[in-house]
């Protein structure tokens, strides 16, 4: 009997597209600028200073977008990966509880988070897997979006002091404790729960997809890892394969 080899869905974010492409296309604008110039007497005008300062942008937003992982997720039928470039984190599919878009409402009003949230079943598995490095990243580039869910719940000025600065020592519901990085992320964690009901955020930019495709996709790939994974590989192109 043959056996099945695990399939693997590779999703390349849409904000790491393009990189190379928009980083040449700064480069050769910035030199046929410079050599335009050198070839006349005539001093740079304004408007040839404003082209410099868009290849220069543009050469600067193209080199941040190549230091980016090219697959940002990578989907197996056992687990999901999520691909940084200061390091990565795993999830079991059995250990995600749900998925969905983090959602506040106070006082008639509502936010949306421009994430898809998940809530795991056991936040011990994942934070001990979980390396220092990656932790403290997040912690900064997603500071922002707890921000917002802070600021709904905070319109009065009296916000608990522990949703402003994670404390660096935690202890699990099952007793176990952790400290530093990891527990500042896990405080980080236990607070956007209490909040928003979920544990971890996947902000829009790392998604190949709208957060609300990518929320009922991820849902489905915990219902049934098989099925979901051989229906998106059919419509991949083959390097999405393996």
């Known amino acids: 009997m043959v056996k099945r080899k695990n399939a693997v869905l590779k999703l390349r974010a849409q904000g790491a597209r393009n990189g190379i492409e928009i980083l040449t296309v700064g480069a050769v604008g910035l030199i046929f600028i410079m050599l335009f110039n050198l070839l006349r007497p005539d001093e740079i005008s304004i408007f040839e200073t404003f082209l410099v300062s868009l290849c220069l942008a543009a050469i600067f937003i193209g080199f941040l977008k190549t230091q980016e992982p090219y697959y940002s997720l990578v ?5 999901l990966t999520y691909q940084h470039k200061y390091g990565c984190w795993c999830i079991r599919s059995a250990n995600i509880h749900h998925s969905g878009i983090p959602k506040v409402e106070q006082q008639l009003e509502q936010l949306e988070l421009n994430a898809v949230g998940i809530k795991l079943n056991d936040t011990d598995e994942f934070l001990l897997q979980l390396a220092p ?22 319109k009065n000025g009296n916000c608990p002091s522990e949703w402003l600065i994670e404390d660096n020592y935690y202890t699990s519901v099952n007793g176990r404790s952790f400290n ?12 956007l729960r209490q909040l928003t009901g979920y544990d971890l955020l996947l902000p829009a930019s ?3 997809r709208s957060i609300w495709d990518f929320s009922h996709s991820l849902n489905a790939w915990r219902n049934n890892p098989v099925v979901f994974i051989e229906s998106q590989l059919e419509s991949k192109t083959p390097e999405n394969r393996r």
Request: aromatic share 4%; proline share 0%; hydrophobic share 50%.
């Open 133 to 154: 490095r990656i932790a403290g990243k997040l912690l900064i580039e997603q500071r922002h979006l707890f921000m917002q869910v802070v600021q709904k719940h905070c």
């Open 180 to 191: 530093g990085l990891i527990a500042m992320f896990a405080n980080r964690m236990r607070h």
């Open 75 to 79: 989907i197996t039928e056992q687990e």
């Open 206 to 208: 790392v998604l190949d």
